[in-house]
């Protein structure tokens, strides 16, 4: 006996949830256009998975080290911004 796998309805599934994600997309990119609060953490969210993704990428593509490099700064500049003499 021979069993159907196929599930009805599949390509409704994914064009009504395609559609869902680039109205989402959408909206949160148009936050970069018109800031308005609503869309303010759709933004955030977006941009914090496009982060995410972009450092898995480095990662699995063999990044040479994951910390930061520190900036060498003057020692008079440093003491002035400290406060000191």
Same mark, same amino acid.
């Given at each position: 006996?021979?069993?159907? +796998?196929?599930v %009805?309805? @599949?390509?409704?599934m %994914?064009?009504?949830?395609?559609?869902?994600?680039?109205?989402?997309? #959408?909206a949160g990119?148009s936050?970069l256009?018109?800031p308005f @609060?609503i +869309?303010?953490p759709?933004f %955030?969210f977006l941009?914090?998975? +496009? #982060?995410?993704?972009?450092?898995l990428?480095?990662?699995? =593509?063999g990044?040479?080290? @994951?910390a930061w490099?520190r =900036?060498? =700064?003057?020692v008079s +500049?440093?003491?002035?911004r400290l406060g000191?003499h």
């Amino acid at each position: 006996m021979r069993h159907n +796998t196929v599930v %009805y309805g @599949a390509p409704v599934m %994914y064009s009504l949830f395609s559609l869902i994600g680039m109205a989402i997309i #959408a909206a949160g990119m148009s936050f970069l256009v018109f800031p308005f @609060a609503i +869309t303010r953490p759709l933004f %955030y969210f977006l941009s914090m998975n +496009t #982060a995410l993704a972009l450092g898995l990428f480095r990662f699995c =593509t063999g990044i040479k080290s @994951a910390a930061w490099s520190r =900036t060498e =700064t003057k020692v008079s +500049t440093l003491k002035i911004r400290l406060g000191g003499h």
